[in-house]
């Protein structure tokens, strides 16, 4: 029987959706971005028109279209030889209405555009209120790397506050959130040893890795942390041993 492999299925590194469903987001234009910077190839069939990277420009363009269209030529309504004061007069009201449909599309057009920039503003807003919870969330959380010695020869490493790094993203827009699950993966293959993903007091999820690779972890989380542009993350170290001997 033949394996059916898993449908590969891409998220945005900006708002963890996928990609169809950004717009639907406060950060749709950071989204855009980051979609337009590390998928070139999904990008035109999402964003067909360009999006709001190409927004300003397609505003203008459809706006010279549509004044163009809406102009209206006196000769092309009344025609070239008009005789008689009753068919002047009808042709009059002819022009006139059509003045007025052409002031109602452009006061439609007007109407259109300020309430865009209102949506606009509203938007900005938000993702700015977003970011000031985001920095607050990062410079208020901390990583915990313990050394916990299980006999006089043998320890392990437990690392603890690595659920922030699953629901934050950094200050670049390249990076994607990272999973523990991954995590724990990374660290089982980069030191060839045995690893765990546990739960804690707290009901949150805590790395368990066997043998003394403390200094490692500990270089490796830095690394990490740069990587993803969450540098303000502090990094408290413990040494189980030490606690004792105190």
Known sequence: MTDIEPKSILYCGICSWPPEFCEFGITKKKCQTWLNEN????????YPTGGDLSSSSTTTNELDKDTKSNTIDKKDIIGENNDG???????NDIVTK??????????????????????????????????????????NSKIIIKKISRNKKKSIVSIS??????TTTGTTTSNNKVSIKSLQKKFSSKFATGTSVVKNAENKSDILIQGDVFEE??????????????????????????????
């Open 39 to 46: 998928h070139p190839d999904k990008y035109p069939s999402i």
């Open 85 to 91: 004061k009753d068919e002047n007069n009808n042709n």
């Open 98 to 139: 059509k003045l007025l449909e052409q002031g109602v599309s452009e006061l439609s057009i007007a109407k259109e555009e300020k309430l865009q920039k209102e949506l606009n503003k509203r938007a900005a807003k938000e993702e700015l209120k977003l970011e000031r919870k985001q920095l607050e969330k990062i410079s």
């Open 161 to 166: 506050g690595l659920e922030i790094l699953e």
């Open 217 to 246: 972890v500990h270089q490796f989380i830095i690394n990490l942390l740069q990587e993803q542009g969450l540098n303000d993350i502090k990094i408290e170290l413990t040494d189980d041993k030490l606690k004792k001997k105190k």
